[in-house]
């Protein structure tokens, strides 16, 4: 039985959990899940009480409704995910290996049974924090989600935005430098509202082939595809594939400028650019993503 009162989480004490656990199991709307993301995993943190709810988590994820057992796994995908955090909670990933198998196990079993995209990017995701990956179990639905990613130019550092949606497949420089902070990985968070300009110029982007695809990103596609995720599918190839800088005409790997060194491995199509990026560091891990 855990005693939740010496326990903490991200407002202190941790002994309000079992309330907020109680009124989901009463009223699983999305109002109370919010309530209890908030003091797990704020912003990405994690805390010792954020692992002591796996049980919990892994029992909700069996859960008949769709809408329940998808909250169940982000949720504790999310907290897995910060497993290297400094959260004073010891080795989680041994302590609780039998709750992290078995919510593994659910989330590929109800992989195609998420229809929309954007719960299938969270899925996957979640999938990638069971799995241990480092950069995607915390990076690949922003882009998803929000059809871009907000790099730095590996050439000449400007700030670009790589598109990937309604409005098309581009990279293009963000007008606004003052309200961008940089990150070390090469990425960057906007302060403030920082649109792109009516004429700014758009260099298209440039998506893998399918057939070139290597590590992570053929895991990723090919379980969009097996999934019927197809537009899924179609936007891992510009994640995986290369963008231009609009200011020096530098080429790049989009998703190794995202965070994710190492994870752009391609061959083939983008030997014929003119800066073609060396892929560096450790090959990502075999993620258990089954077809």
């Known amino acids: 039985m855990t005693d939740w009162s010496l326990l903490t989480h991200a407002y202190g004490?941790?002994?309000d959990i079992p309330v907020l656990l109680n009124q989901i199991e009463a009223d699983p709307s999305f109002e109370r899940w919010d309530d209890l993301?908030?003091?797990?995993?704020?912003?990405?943190?994690?805390?010792?009480?954020?692992?002591?709810?796996?049980?919990?988590?892994?029992?909700?994820?069996?859960?008949d409704d769709q809408s329940e057992r998808l909250?169940?796994?982000?949720?504790?995908?999310?907290?897995?995910?910060?497993?290297?955090?400094?959260?004073?909670?010891?080795?989680?990933?041994?302590?609780?290996?039998?709750?992290?198998?078995?919510?593994?196990?659910v989330a590929n079993e109800h992989r195609s049974t998420v229809s929309d995209r954007t719960g299938y990017g969270y899925l996957l995701q979640a999938i990638l924090g069971f799995e241990g990956d480092p950069v995607w179990s915390g990076n690949l639905t922003w882009g998803l989600e929000n059809k871009a990613y907000d790099v730095s130019c590996p050439?000449?550092?400007?700030?670009?935005?790589?598109?990937?949606?309604?409005?098309?497949?581009?990279?293009?420089?963000?007008?606004?430098n003052s309200r961008i902070a940089f990150n070390s990985d090469g990425g960057f968070s906007l302060s403030g509202d920082c649109p792109l300009g009516d004429d700014a110029e758009k260099a298209p982007l440039q998506p893998a082939r399918p057939g070139d695809l290597h590590g992570?990103?053929?895991?990723?596609?090919?379980?969009?595809?097996?999934?019927?995720?197809?537009?899924t599918a179609a936007t891992l190839t510009y994640v995986f594939g290369s963008a231009r800088c609009t200011a020096c005409s530098a080429d790049f790997c989009v998703a190794r400028?995202?965070?994710?060194?190492?994870?752009?491995?391609?061959?083939?199509?983008?030997?014929?650019?003119?800066?073609?990026?060396?892929?560096?560091?450790?090959?990502?891990?075999?993620?258990?993503?089954?077809?």
């Open 155 to 176: 050439g000449c550092e400007a700030y670009l935005s790589v598109e990937f949606g309604d409005d098309g497949y581009f990279s293009t420089r963000r007008e606004d």
């Open 257 to 291: 400028r995202s965070g994710a060194e190492a994870s752009c491995r391609t061959t083939g199509r983008h030997r014929s650019l003119r800066k073609p990026v060396t892929p560096g560091g450790a090959a990502p891990q075999q993620l258990q993503l089954v077809p």
């Open 13 to 15: 004490s941790a002994e």
């Open 71 to 105: 909250r169940a796994l982000v949720l504790a995908g999310a907290i897995v995910a910060g497993a290297d955090q400094t959260h004073g909670a010891g080795d989680v990933r041994a302590k609780y290996a039998p709750e992290i198998a078995d919510l593994l196990r």
């Open 216 to 231: 992570i990103g053929r895991r990723l596609h090919a379980a969009a595809l097996a999934d019927g995720q197809r537009e």
């Open 37 to 63: 993301w908030s003091p797990l995993c704020h912003q990405g943190t994690v805390y010792p009480a954020s692992f002591a709810a796996l049980p919990w988590l892994a029992a909700m994820a069996l859960a």
